[in-house]
């Protein structure tokens, strides 16, 4: 690797600052023109070559260009497969339903039905929150603070992000938010209130068509939720006749360490909506699970263009026969995860002053500042310099956020986190 990372140059990046939108985000903390990516190395066009601990924000859960995938994917192209289909029946399609029954459902004894919505995970939700109200009759849905679930009107509502809901234009209603999980401090069960709203005919609270949430958030901040808190929220849904849809787009495939990452809690939810990962390639294609009895859909329904991407389905069966057909994948996550999280907290015990903290579950961690609220995009932008590209999250800024692929070495994991370490170091007195 060089030693010099320096943003490419006025005129690499001139067109993107002439011509796009000022909507741009990612391009601006991370001022690369880059080219080619390899499992978790991204490689600028100059020849540069960043270590990825970003991974898509959590669509890039097996790298880039996995070539477990590729050759898959170009065979079919090749062979001159069918692309786009809409909901029509392609090979393709079949192979994905059948790869999806035989080594995710039916080993973890689920049954649901699929539903292929538009191509990204906003428009899971979206269809998830239609078919909710529509099976109960309600209107009203149940989302937590600090949730993340997308930014179209419907997905938007339930998401707590100041930014975005401003940016809507419109009155976002027909949603209740109630503080998540350790929102209120440790010690405090914040499901009592939503009981106390529930049982009581005169609280106020329009009973919710559904409950949805994430059990990890990601954008959040890396908030996860326990396993006594989900199971008691599970009990409370079902006694009262509510929906429980799961948001597994971030952090689902794999990326706390089992394929849901509700699988950790043990609960079944109504609905589960997947995207990101779930192509395997990073191509668009998102999903969502509904129990049989509830699948109260009329033909067409909810439609889209896009909801038939044959080479997503190529790919994500290729995922499926290759990573999830026994646990071998499962455990190597385990021992990295190992590997991440111990690194970190030595991390934090090297600077007491900042009064870092570290939390996370499998490849999804959060390195967290409270004392600092800068200190995250800080190390993110140092880190840049030293040739690894890490992201931010959390309501401040205030963790840096690790999301690299699941396939990484440990060697490129050990050497980003040398980074980090060596970036934190640089920081430190600034912000003692």
């Excluded at 004392?371 to 959390?394: D, Q, Y």
């Amino acid at each position: 690797m060089n030693k010099t990372f320096t943003p490419s140059s006025d005129a690499d990046l001139a067109p993107f600052n002439r011509l796009e939108s000022e909507v741009r985000s990612y391009v601006r903390a991370f001022p690369v023109l880059f080219d080619r990516g390899l499992n978790t190395t991204l490689i600028a066009a100059d020849g540069r070559e960043y270590i990825d601990f970003f991974g898509g924000a959590g669509a890039l859960n097996y790298g880039h260009n996995n070539p477990a995938f590729k050759q898959a994917l170009l065979d079919y192209i090749e062979r001159d497969g069918i692309v786009h289909s809409l909901d029509l029946a392609t090979n393709a399609k079949k192979a994905f339903i059948e790869a999806f029954e035989k080594h995710i459902l039916q080993p973890r004894g689920l049954e649901y039905k699929l539903q292929f919505p538009g191509p990204t995970g906003t428009n899971a939700v979206e269809a998830a929150l239609k078919l909710a109200r529509q099976a109960t009759g309600s209107s009203n849905v149940v989302a937590f603070t600090n949730g993340f679930h997308g930014v179209s009107a419907g997905a938007l509502a339930a998401t707590g992000y100041k930014d975005f809901r401003t940016a809507s234009g419109i009155s976002l209603a027909n949603v209740t938010m109630l503080p998540y999980d350790g929102y209120l401090g440790e010690g405090i069960d914040t499901l009592d209130y939503f009981e106390k709203l529930l049982d009581d005919p005169n609280s106020g609270l329009d009973k919710p068509a559904a409950v949805i949430l994430e059990a990890v958030q990601g954008e959040g901040g890396i908030n996860i939720a326990s396993t006594q808190w989900l199971r008691r929220l599970r009990e409370l849904t079902k006694r009262h006749g509510i929906l429980l849809i799961l948001d597994e787009i971030q952090a689902g495939i794999g990326r706390t360490g089992k394929f849901f990452a509700f699988e950790w809690s043990g609960i079944v939810p109504d609905i589960i909506t997947l995207s990101k990962s779930l192509s395997a390639y990073g191509t668009p294609m998102s999903l969502v699970l509904i129990r049989p009895e509830i699948d109260v859909w009329k033909p067409a329904a909810h439609t889209g263009t896009f909801r038939g991407n044959n080479l997503a389905f190529v790919t994500a069966k290729a995922a499926f026969d290759v990573f999830w057909s026994d646990t071998k994948f499962q455990d190597e996550i385990a021992r990295k995860s190992a590997v991440l999280e111990g690194e970190l907290k030595t991390i934090a015990d090297a600077f007491p002053a900042l009064g870092l903290s570290v939390r996370g579950r499998g490849l999804m961690f959060g390195l967290v500042c409270d004392k600092h609220r800068t200190f995250a995009s800080a190390v993110s932008k140092e880190a840049l310099s030293r040739g690894l590209v890490i992201e931010t999250a959390g309501s401040y800024g205030e963790v840096v956020k690790f999301m690299t692929a699941l396939t990484i070495t440990e060697g490129d994991l050990r050497r980003g986190l040398g980074i980090i370490r060596d970036s934190i170091s640089t920081l430190a007195a600034k912000f003692n």
